[in-house]
């Protein structure tokens, strides 16, 4: 008996073990001098959550991260990275190997197209800070796909849902986690959430509001579920 | 003896009591739109050192602090702002009644004209971002200055020296610390600051790298030795 619960659990518990998992998690920095920035409110706790769940669940973990406030999480490789540039070359050369690839760090869509190295002086008057399209790495992602379960994260103010769905077809995903950031309590530094999700297998379910962790939960229940083609 | 002890050390430690003393930390945050801002890399721990060595010094102090990652100082009233006007506005409507003013913050000099309220959805190309300047807080101190002492701080790249003397003069200040970022040790993240100082009164003088609170220590040394006009 004692042998029958310890299988059972391992079987309930480590239903990731032996996959290979990649998150990304937080913001990117993109410099316009050595001093000034643009960047995203992401806190990076949903993609903690997300890697630090995985690794309970049995799976390898690899977590590309933004700069974020967060501790590092034992027995996950964290590689750190700062730039747009930096997460997309840190993704792209380990996507091959992993069975997952959960994205759900807020990467800049633009950067400054000139990044002086020292301190701009300031003028009179306006200035025009003139941007450029980073790396889109989820579509990278989406083209170089083989056998890897690919899911994208989406933040919308507007049109949460039709946005999600399109992201989802656009960028050839597995599965898309759409958050409302309209509401207070939801994605960036809340520690809670709640999000819609969209398969390509045609699943939609709404994870109401509660706790990144529990949010983390209740996705690696779906995308496992998925890619095992399980119908428990 | 007692007593005189005492007494000597009122005096040794405690030389700001009866003081109003405000100081401004950390970076401001100007928003492009829901998700994405523009700000600096400036950790407040400079600002936080002087208001905690005020403190300890006996000071009644103010600080105004942007966004950072510090915890609050037993004993000292902390008014928290996000934006440069923010900033602006905690600063002014307090200023009339301060002996020392220390505005040690790196507030935007820019920010975005137009601040969108929802997330705005890339699109194909480049993209420019019209920024317009932002209040000039220690100019507007400076032609408002009665009474107190006002000291900038000045982070700088190339001509240290020059553009600290420049600023001391056109912004009416009593005193300025310049920092150099160009080196990896000065300034920002680092709990390390070398500065150079400058005085209406004539004073020049380098303060060698060593804690942000030694180097606060050195200050309120120097600011308060010139307010009081004592020459110990």
Chains 1, 2 share one sequence.
Do not use: C
């Not at 969209?198 to 962790?213: D, Y």
């Amino acid at each position: 008996r004692i042998i029958e619960v310890v299988e059972q659990n391992e079987t309930v518990d480590q239903p990731l073990k032996g996959k290979k998992v990649l998150v990304t998690a937080g913001p990117t920095v993109e410099s316009v001098d050595a001093v000034r920035y643009f960047t995203n409110h992401s806190s990076g706790k949903m993609g903690y959550a997300l890697a630090e769940v995985a690794k309970q669940l049995g799976a390898n973990v690899t977590l590309v991260s933004g700069p974020v406030e967060l501790n590092e999480i034992m027995g996950v490789e964290t590689i750190h990275v700062t730039t747009a540039k930096e997460m997309y070359d840190a993704v792209t050369t380990r996507f091959e190997h992993q069975d997952f690839v959960v994205k759900s760090a807020a990467v800049a869509d633009y950067r400054p197209k000139i990044t002086q190295t020292n301190k701009m002086k300031k003028k009179d008057g306006n200035l025009s800070i003139e941007m450029e399209r980073t790396e889109d790495i989820l579509k990278t992602l989406g083209e170089m796909k083989q056998h890897q379960y690919l899911v994208g994260f989406a933040a919308e103010t507007d049109h949460i849902l039709e946005y999600g769905k399109s992201k989802l077809e656009r960028k050839n995903l597995d599965a898309i986690a759409v958050n409302d950031i309209s509401e207070d309590k939801h994605g960036f530094k809340s520690d809670t959430n709640a999000v819609h999700v969209f398969t390509k297998q045609g699943l939609e379910q709404t994870i109401p509001l509660k706790t990144k962790h529990e949010i983390a939960q209740d996705l690696w229940a779906i995308f496992n579920k998925e890619l095992l083609g399980e119908s428990k």
